[in-house]
């Protein structure tokens, strides 16, 4: 007769378990929130097992947290805790662990997914003392079968949530690079006067490279070559405003500085200060020769010919740094026949190799002085390449653009 009564209270708790392993699947696949799964768990450690002392501790993102106490008010995890906790990958009873904070508990349940650990679960069980075998001892399997099923929905979650930002983040890099694509000159001049080419690549960091020229008389030319901070969709709509208002103030006749101060307030106004642009900014009278500049904060632009090199160097700030631009002078230049200028943007010197070198204005500046004498068409591809071969396997880590004008 007892021994029928027994095998039926087995039976019972086997059919009982199976139920709260239901439910607990129920609420997965019905996605409740992570904290919904935990109170599930707490409920079953706490009033179907009586055990009076748990704590378990899962990874959220790149930090550990105990995510369920259970009459530990006052209890929580440190570093040295996890260190210690990193070096078991079986059940173990904790007796012998090296900090007090885990002696205090009986087993350590630790939950592992490819040999990585996902999360840890800290049990005490005060009536061991007076059973010949406890609770949590006659349930250890059906609470590990528990703790691994929350820990790896919990889990799956993170990753399904990180992977819906990767996406959205990736349609974010896509959509700038259209925008970024649409924005850039379709065609250069090239002419009698004046021949320009361009280069730009892309990394999969869509940034705010930008260049331009634009014709707004019969012999003047202005031309810019521009980075705005920052990366994604805020850097292309801000590079979208910078392109029309340069396009709109060079056709109304006005100095560098009124150029450049207008440019400065829109910029100022259009990012709130979170965002500025570096500029390099060029005026070409082609009837007189004449090349006028200034440069916001900008990497040097080369000017050079066969007789000289020259740095066309930052002389006044980035474009939305201060709230009033101030005054300067505009370098000027009277250009021999077949003087040419190279503008780009910091990617081309900061890139580096799998050393950890940059390539650098003087690397720049050796490539130019090797390669001058091609037709401006290969000249570019000719930079590009020596860029390639100095890179190696190395990723970029930004965009790189070239703006080259030859003076005829």
């Not at 974010?172 to 970024?180: D, F, G, K, P, V």
């Not at 960091?205 to 008389?217: A, C, L, P, S």
């Amino acid at each position: 007769m007892n021994e029928n009564k027994s095998r039926k209270d087995k039976l019972a708790d086997s059919r009982f378990k199976v139920k709260r392993i239901l439910e607990v699947t129920n609420a997965i696949n019905e996605n409740e929130p992570a904290s919904k799964l935990y109170d599930i768990f707490k409920h079953i450690l706490l009033e179907d097992l009586e055990i009076e002392y748990a704590a378990f501790i899962t990874r959220d993102a790149d930090a550990w947290k105990c995510v369920v106490k259970q009459g530990l008010d006052d209890w929580d995890c440190d570093p040295e805790l996890i260190e210690e906790l990193l070096a078991y990958k079986d059940i173990t009873s904790l007796g012998m662990a090296k900090q007090e904070k885990l002696r205090f508990f009986d087993m350590l349940v630790p939950v592992l997914h490819k040999g990585n650990h996902l999360g840890f679960l800290l049990l005490k069980d005060l009536e061991a003392e007076t059973h010949a075998v406890s609770n949590l001892i006659k349930n250890l399997n059906y609470i590990q079968s528990l703790a691994n099923i929350v820990t790896v929905a919990i889990e799956n979650k993170r990753m399904a949530k990180a992977q819906l930002a990767q996406e959205g983040l990736k349609r974010e890099l896509e959509l700038a690079e259209r925008i970024q694509k649409a924005l850039l000159p379709n065609k250069l001049p090239n002419n009698d006067t004046i021949k320009a080419t361009a280069y730009h690549q892309s990394y999969g960091h869509v940034g705010g490279d930008y260049y331009d020229i634009v014709k707004t008389g019969r012999s003047t030319y202005y031309f810019c070559i521009a980075d705005i901070s920052g990366k994604g969709v805020s850097a292309a709509l801000l590079m979208s405003n910078f392109q029309a208002a340069f396009r709109a103030t060079v056709r109304q006749n006005l100095t560098l500085f009124q150029i450049v101060n207008d440019l400065n307030q829109i910029v100022v106004e259009s990012s709130q200060g979170e965002k500025f642009i570096t500029l390099f900014l060029g005026k070409y009278e082609s009837d007189v020769r004449e090349l006028e500049y200034v440069n916001c904060a900008h990497p040097p632009a080369i000017l050079f010919n066969e007789k000289m090199m020259l740095e066309l160097k930052s002389t006044v700030p980035g474009l939305g740094m201060v709230d009033d631009f101030p005054k300067f002078d505009v370098e000027t230049f009277t250009l021999s026949p077949g003087t040419m200028l190279t503008c780009y943007t910091d990617g081309i010197i900061e890139i580096e190799n799998e050393a950890g070198d940059q390539y650098g204005v003087p690397r720049l500046k050796k490539s130019i002085e090797a390669f001058r004498n091609q037709p401006l068409e290969q000249f570019i591809e000719f930079i590009a390449a020596d860029i390639e071969k100095f890179v190696g396997e190395e990723v970029a880590n930004d965009d790189i653009a070239a703006l080259n004008i030859q003076f005829l």
